[in-house]
């Protein structure tokens, strides 16, 4: 979950605003802690790089139907989330993900919040080592005894020089080197004028939001992504300050080192890839018939993205027509490009209003066809509350239920460009389209 921003909207207040992050405790869920929603218990299962086998995903898909209520949940991280939870099926889920090798350390369940690239080491992709890179970090993040002390919001990031990840904003983003400046095309298709790579053959290791990035000496990436979190737990404890993010404790950061490019922060492009299909989910959100649909047409392997989407390696083509059939986004070009919104009611109890509903009525009805990626307009998020669970990073379109409609402000609440403008439901999609195509 990003972290609160700090509304400034103009017009009457919202109702529902909450505190800053900072002054919270570190609430999130996991897989051992549930919390408890409107709906049921939820549990949020980590999964580095998003990575699922065949086996871990069915089993993830029983566990839902067993247990919850039969749907699944992907994260802007790329985790799994169970909704509808009984409040005494905390042990029995525990031992489901352990079986299946979902649940490797009970003290660092929480800590493992690793993205990476979707599509690395995929055919005509760069970065083939950022899965290795993956496995190793959470190997040696749950090996760690120092690193059950990180936030369960703490973020890693592993990008393979397109810049997909490196745009989430994470804690501590690692860079595979891209040499001549190209990481090949954001999404994976072979566009390499749309993403722009790093310029250094060398890893680069950025903390926080820094526009600049520190050269890292290859076969030590890895231990480099570990010291800048350590770095990042010491300076706390030796001031005594509370921090969630690297970001938030400027001093850590230095000086100088590599200029880094505005990265683009695209999902995989959807339908049959090099390699690979890549399916949208709507809202992240999938029934566990529509999981099994996944499994029946992966090659073994799936890799949820932060976009709310999966990308099936190896897969061959003929399965996307199935996906289609089954509810999956397997087209661009719709309103649903980039659109996202939090759970709102019924399962959230500081939501004003079914969002989900809301934002599926609003996307069905825009007007006209978008385009892909940039050209599809600005990212768009529904938020019941002030809260905005979920939001994407940088430039959005934010939509914040009021009780009696909704407001729509470009670039978000913080440093918003324009003034927020108040709709009924049914005026929605049309003021969403036109926020959407803004420019400045």
């Known amino acids: 979950m990003p972290p609160t921003p700090d509304p400034t909207s103009p017009g009457a207040p919202v109702p529902g605003r909450a505190v800053s992050d900072r002054a919270r405790a570190d609430v999130c869920p996991g897989a051992l802690r549930l ?149 090949g095309g954001a999404g994976g298709a072979g566009d390499a004028g749309s993403s722009r790579g790093t310029g250094s053959a060398s890893p680069l290791l950025r903390l926080g939001r820094a526009a600049y990035g520190h050269p890292v000496e290859p076969g030590r990436e890895v231990t480099a992504v570990l010291d800048a979190a350590r770095a990042f737990l010491d300076a706390l404890r030796t001031t005594g300050r509370r921090a969630w993010h690297l970001r938030e404790v400027p001093d850590l950061l230095p000086a100088g080192a590599v200029a880094l490019p505005e990265f683009a922060g695209e999902a995989p492009a959807l339908g049959a890839l090099p390699g690979a299909l890549s399916v949208g989910l709507r809202f992240g959100r999938a029934s566990a018939a529509q999981w099994r649909a996944l499994v029946a047409a992966s090659a073994g392997e799936l890799r949820l993205t932060p976009w709310r989407g999966v990308v099936l390696p190896g897969a061959d083509a003929s399965g996307l027509a199935q996906l289609a059939e089954a509810g999956f986004r397997t087209e661009a070009g719709s309103a649903w490009e980039r659109a996202s919104a939090c759970t709102g009611l019924p399962g959230c109890a500081k939501s004003l209003a079914d969002v989900r509903a809301d934002a599926a009525s609003a996307l069905d009805a825009a007007p006209g066809a978008v385009g892909t990626g940039a050209a599809a307009g600005l990212p768009v998020h529904w938020s019941g509350c002030e809260r905005r669970c979920g939001h994407p990073a940088g430039r959005w379109v934010d939509v914040l239920a009021t009780g009696q409609g909704y407001r729509v402000t470009v670039n978000g609440p913080a440093g918003a460009s324009g003034a927020a403008v108040d709709v009924r439901n049914e005026q929605t999609a049309e003021a969403v389209a036109t926020a959407r195509r803004t420019t400045k």
């Open 35 to 183: 919390h408890a929603a409107d709906d049921g218990a939820l549990a949020r299962i980590r999964l580095p790089g998003g990575e699922l086998t065949d086996r871990q995903a069915l089993a993830l898909a029983e566990a839902s139907e067993a247990l919850g209520d039969g749907s699944l949940e992907t994260t802007s991280r790329g985790n799994v989330q169970l909704r509808g939870l009984g409040s005494h099926c905390a042990g029995e889920l525990a031992e489901r993900l352990r079986a299946v090798g979902l649940l490797p350390s009970d003290t660092h369940e929480r800590v493992r919040n690793i993205v990476a690239s979707p599509l690395a080491g995929l055919p005509g992709t760069a970065g083939p080592g950022v899965r290795d890179w993956t496995r190793e970090l959470d190997a040696r993040l749950c090996a760690s005894d120092w690193a059950a002390g990180l936030s369960g919001k703490f973020l890693f990031a592993l990008d393979d020089g397109r810049g997909d990840v490196a745009a989430l904003d994470a804690d501590v983003t690692l860079i595979a080197g891209s040499p001549g400046g190209s990481a």
